[in-house]
């Protein structure tokens, strides 16, 4: 999923939680100052001024851009920042103050203490919380690949450097001759027009900036093809692109280009999203906790071992990620997999589905040929373990709703228009999952239903998705 505006403040939402965070702390340490070691949310006039302080605050946050470039700031500018940020929402609430004529109910010095306490605490969390994302995950740097005509590529490749904060040049094609193995301003030339597709495949980009000689038609087959990935493709004008995705036309390092995508999400729909994967993230890990205490014990005495099982996916634009889930299978399940491949009702291998599979506890096949099923297929057939996956969901490694991630060795085998499916954030749930998905077993019609959510998404759709969901695992069908 893209957004209109890739380098605005909502690719780091995060930040706002670790704000709202910060003010519920400075405002403890605040009462605490003023009036000593009690609760301040137990008095019911300080709860109604930190709930209004919440609210001024997550509005300036958006309406402001406070986090706009936040991870390019460095300690002066977040300050700097960071200060107008306080300065506009303590500005708010004394208007609110005045206007309600509330003033007086409340200690000024208190509220003083809250602002310089805000300031002080929000800086430091953010600097941190940016060294923390940037040096351990790589947020921020987002892998561009460049592909651009011989005139066009030394340039191109400069200023992206200079201005294109966020993104970080993973190579570069010249087109219109075989540069490969040399080097461009810095940037590797790692493909050529004939080969850059294959170089793509194996090395996973986030985005794709073509700069073409001027009147120069960007190549149509190159296009689509990295389109039918799901790669998101800026396209620096003046040409005409018909590739058939959405389209905008933005500003990137100060250039006019052309974006593509399969699809565009707006700012309120972006944070609409992950709100409710976050609340949604809170509500599971709680089940989660509960599930914990009655299913670990059964699951440890029918299969002594670990009761969670980890497993590395491919999530977003080929980064991965270790999946958390209720073990419900056999220690040496994975060892078991190959040798029943063979039975796999996927074609291909590109997905893994058995009609009967052994290595679930408690499943065994009966001389009469029927199955008897264990703890193994309840856990899986009431879809509970996938539950821990809502840890997942607040790390931000999936939402609740996208397409499903596929093991390492599945998207070893994936063809270029396969990796479409990884176009977005991967979700426990999806469309195919709930379009009668134990019925399906040609790939290729996962990848479509898959594509199909990516162009059509919404929040109603996900909104739907996900009762239909509820319907599904309580209609028994399988285990997502």
Known sequence: MYHKKPQGWFKHIDFMLWDVLCLHLAFVLAYITRHGWANPYGNRIYFNIIFVYTAVDFIVLIMNDTLKSVLKRGFYKEFAQSLKHTCLVELIIFLYL??????????????YLLAAYYLVISVIVRILWKKLLIHKFGVGHRALYVIATEDRAADTVEHLRKDGHGYSILGLCILDRDAKGETVSGAAVTANADNVLEYLCDKWVDEVYIALSPGQPTPRKLADALADMGIVIHVELDDSVGIR??????????????????????????????????????????????????????????????????????????????????????????????ELMKENRIKDGLMFKLEFDPR??????????????????????????????????????????????????????????????????????????????????????????????????????????????????LGRDGSM
């Open 98 to 111: 005045f206007t309600t004529q509330d003033g007086s109910a409340y200690s000024r010095i208190t509220l």
């Open 245 to 338: 995705q959405q389209q905008a036309i933005e500003k990137l390092a100060g250039r006019t280009v052309r974006t593509v995508s399969m699809t565009m999400a707006s700012t309120h729909e972006i944070i609409f999203k992950r709100a409710m994967d976050i609340v949604g993230g809170l509500v599971g890990c709680l089940f989660t906790l509960l599930l914990t205490l009655i299913i670990g014990p059964i699951i440890y005495i029918k299969s002594p071992g670990p009761i969670f099982f980890t497993q590395i996916r491919v999530g977003k634009n080929g980064k991965k990620f270790k999946m958390y889930k209720f073990r419900s299978m056999y220690l040496d399940a994975e060892a078991k997999k190959a």
């Open 360 to 473: 679930i506890i408690g499943c065994e096949k009966r001389p009469d040929g029927s199955v008897k099923k264990g703890i193994g297929n309840f856990i899986r057939d009431y879809s509970i373990d996938e539950f821990p996956q809502f840890f997942n969901v607040l790390k931000g490694e999936l939402s609740l709703c996208g397409t499903r991630p596929p093991t390492v060795d599945e998207w070893e085998k994936y063809d270029l228009h396969h990796r479409a499916r990884l176009a977005i954030k991967p979700g426990i749930t999806g469309l195919w999952q709930v379009s009668g998905r134990s019925n399906i077993t040609d790939f290729e019609q996962v990848v479509e239903l898959d594509k199909k959510y990516i162009r059509e998404w919404s929040m109603g759709l996900d909104l739907r998705i996900l009762l239909q969901t509820v319907k599904v695992v």
